[in-house]
């Protein structure tokens, strides 16, 4: 049994309309996932046994536009990071908001039930060497993860199929060391799923899609879509059955192409497998602060079956 957490940042559930790249690119998988239809507001609910997508809200009663830091601070912790903070704070985390997410996150979560969880993505030698900065160069999924048992994963890792690159494919890595090939999303899905079978929880961060829409950058909306939605279909192929996949982004950007700013829209909150069964009947609001909770609940009742089963 395992649980994984792909988190896709910038990406909220928009319109069926010619300015949402989410509708006009193809993604053939997605669209098997979610009965035919693409990631957009439309698509929410159980299109499928074993899928669920919920429209999460990220404004979490904050005023004013999502932001990554918080928003991400409020997925890693299960706790509403803006309320605490007094607003939505983008970029990489100040030192208040770092130290808040450090404290307790879903790394704690997990371990402190006897449970393994690991960050898939991996560093290159250039980040581990960065100077220490005021903001410590460090993002909210970096801290978290730095605050683990687990450790962050190195370019060696990667190499050797133990890590998976943030883009995916390892595109961006190859344009700065020439030594490096580019691989395919289906390959990054099994180094995925490699890690994944030896830990409770596997997270993987994904950002070019934020990237792409603050740019809009239409090139690279679609290279993003296309290739995300081949690795995610990669993924599912390739998962044991009582695994479960949760999907979800931090704030909505990349679904409206006609603002470079993050939106307010609502965000996916999709589940895939026999976890998604049976959540989402007891609860009718769902927003950020419900990832983290849900990904150890999924991960308990999967253990309580697995033990009961030996
Ligand atoms: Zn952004």
């Known amino acids: 049994m395992s649980v994984i957490l792909l988190f896709i940042d910038g990406v909220g559930l928009g319109e069926e309309a010619d300015y949402n790249p989410w509708y006009t690119v193809p993604t ?60 939505h704070q983008s970029g990489l985390p100040f030192r208040r908001l770092r130290e808040w997410v450090e404290r307790d996150n879903l790394y704690h979560h997990f371990s402190s039930r006897g449970l393994t969880a690991a960050f898939a993505n991996s560093y290159t030698p250039e980040y581990f060497e960065r100077p220490k900065t005021r903001r410590g160069w460090i993002s909210v999924s970096t801290a978290a993860a730095k605050s683990g048992e687990g450790k962050l994963l190195t370019l060696e890792d990667l190499l050797t199929g133990r890590a998976v690159y943030h883009d995916l494919t390892r595109r961006t890595l190859a344009k700065m060391r020439p030594e490096v090939k580019e691989i395919q999303p289906e390959e990054a899905a099994r180094h995925l799923l490699g890690l994944a079978r030896q830990h409770d929880l596997t997270v993987h961060e994904y950002f070019l899609s934020d990237l792409a829409g603050h740019r809009r950058d239409h090139e690279l909306i679609e290279w993003v879509i296309r290739t995300y939605d081949r690795f995610l279909g990669a993924v599912l192929d390739g998962k044991k059955e009582e695994d479960t996949v949760i999907l979800v982004s931090d704030h909505g950007n990349s679904e409206d192409f006609r603002v470079r700013t993050h939106t307010q829209n609502t965000v996916p909150l999709l589940l895939l497998g026999r976890g998604a069964e049976t959540v989402g009947r007891y609860q009718k609001e769902w927003d950020l602060t419900c990832v983290a909770p849900l990904l150890l609940q999924v991960a308990e009742a999967c253990s309580r079956v697995k033990w009961k089963g030996e």
């Open 28 to 87: 053939p998988r997605l669209e098997g996932i979610l009965g035919g239809s693409s990631l957009v507001r439309r698509a929410a609910g159980s299109p499928a046994p074993h899928v669920t997508l919920l429209a999460a809200d990220a404004c979490l009663g904050v005023e004013g536009i999502p932001q990554s830091a918080t928003g991400q601070a409020t997925i890693f912790t299960g706790r509403n990071a803006p309320a605490a903070m007094g607003t």
